[in-house]
């Protein structure tokens, strides 16, 4: 058995690719650990996608796009965002996708050892009884977030340990009544800028924010400061909190909270540290919950009704490339030869303390090719998070817009070395 394309990890980036590179005619492999595609976007709820401007390798995005519409899971916001998804209907939608594409995926599943010769991947084997032979392959994408397959095969790698931000839990609560909700946010809060709603396909849409900086003047302060005083939230549970409405589900919200406060920042790759963040943030998960219920116009009746089942992680490991971008590049930029994405998203760097989070808007830049291939194998890809950029670039990169960008040029790449 030989495949052109392997791709482990069946996330953002990882289906873009995956998607690619089927249409492109290359026989293509997704290695999923979890039973289902998506990653961040579905075990992770994390919805919406930013919004962008993208100008290269967007295909992907368009077609998912298309399809989710067909099904009643997605929604262009009155921004322009097309990327307002629903997370379960998304995880169809990606195994439909993939059959188009005659692309092979194997859930449940992981790497087990990798076969290299010199600087180049010859073969892999994954923890299966039914298939435990070697798979063989021509090239291999590693689009785990974390660089895991890189870190098995020692590659590497550009993090430094002080280099993290903090992580999330995202959530959702069901059982609201969005159009009291809608009518007494947008009475409340003034600021657009925040708070917007929209009647869309028939849904009420809308999103609205708070966080603890004190550089802005958020309508919902007073409410998060009287849930303090009165101990239904603790302080770090204000940290940031972010609702967004969900297509297809109209009685509910999406969470992009809590952000998981603590100093130093927790290290996702420690196993013990990355638990005790999971256990903490559901516990804040009920306090916020609470505190809707208590404080929030329409939440009367409202529970939660899903929690994700993965941190929402921003920074992890970076594989060293063949070249390192660096936030020169993008604030300059700088052009390049084989760019794999163009983009205008701002350097968007979270801190667990109160105003010193930054988003710095950018002029636009773009991404080279060179950034997502290995510096120490010569068929070894990434995408996604863990791609080769120092610490503040990746911040403007790590968005799920310029992670199918990645994967759709690293398919467009291949097929083009192949030909």
Not at 57 to 66: A, G, S, W
Request: charged share 25%.
């Amino acid at each position: 058995m030989k495949y052109d394309v392997i791709v482990v990890g069946g996330g953002t980036a990882g289906c873009a690719c995956a998607y690619t590179s089927g249409k492109l005619g290359l026989k293509t492999l997704i290695i999923e650990k979890n039973s289902y595609l998506g990653g961040t976007m579905t075990g992770g709820l994390v919805t919406p996608a930013m919004n962008t401007i993208s100008k290269d390798n967007t295909d992907f995005y368009k077609k998912l796009v298309k399809k989710l519409s067909t099904i009643g899971g997605q929604v262009t916001y009155s921004d322009g965002n097309k990327g307002w998804f629903n997370p379960e209907l998304l995880k169809i939608a990606l195994d439909e996708m993939m059959n188009q594409a005659k692309v092979d995926v194997l859930f449940d599943t992981e790497v087990e050892d990798v076969i290299c010769e010199k600087n180049h991947i010859k073969a892999i084997k994954i923890n299966s009884e039914i298939l435990s032979e070697y798979i063989e392959t021509s090239n291999v994408v590693d689009s785990t977030g974390d660089c895991n397959f890189s870190k098995k095969i020692n590659c590497n790698f550009l993090n430094k340990s002080s280099e993290l931000q903090p992580n999330n839990l995202r959530f959702i609560m069901s059982g609201i009544n969005l159009k009291i909700f809608s009518d007494w946010i947008m009475e409340f809060d003034k600021d657009r800028t925040v708070t917007t709603s929209a009647l869309i396909d028939g849904q009420i849409h809308l999103s609205t924010a708070y966080t603890w900086d004190t550089n802005k003047n958020w309508a919902l302060r007073p409410f998060f400061d009287d849930a303090v005083k009165k101990k239904v939230l603790k302080y770090k549970d204000t940290s940031y909190f972010q609702v967004f409405t969900i297509p297809g589900m109209p009685d509910s919200l999406a969470f992009n909270c809590p952000r998981i406060v603590s100093e130093p920042e927790i290290n996702p790759l420690d196993p013990i540290e990355k638990s005790k963040a999971l256990q903490s943030a559901r516990q804040s998960i009920l306090r916020i919950s609470n505190f809707c219920k208590t404080y929030l116009m329409g939440f009367e009746k409202a529970y939660i009704s899903s929690i994700a089942n993965t941190l929402g992680v921003r920074v992890s490991r970076r594989l060293k490339g063949k070249y390192v971008y660096t936030i020169e590049d993008l604030r300059t930029g700088k052009t390049f030869e084989n760019p794999c994405l163009i983009s205008d998203y701002p350097v968007d760097i979270h801190s667990s303390k109160k105003n010193s989070s930054v988003l710095e808007k950018t002029n636009g830049y773009s991404l080279p090719i060179e950034s997502l291939i290995s510096a120490d194998y010569d068929n070894l890809f990434v995408a996604g998070r863990c791609i080769s950029t120092d610490f503040e670039s990746q911040a403007a990169l790590r968005i799920i817009p310029s992670c199918f960008s990645m994967g759709e040029g690293i398919a467009k790449y291949i097929a083009s070395l192949s030909h």
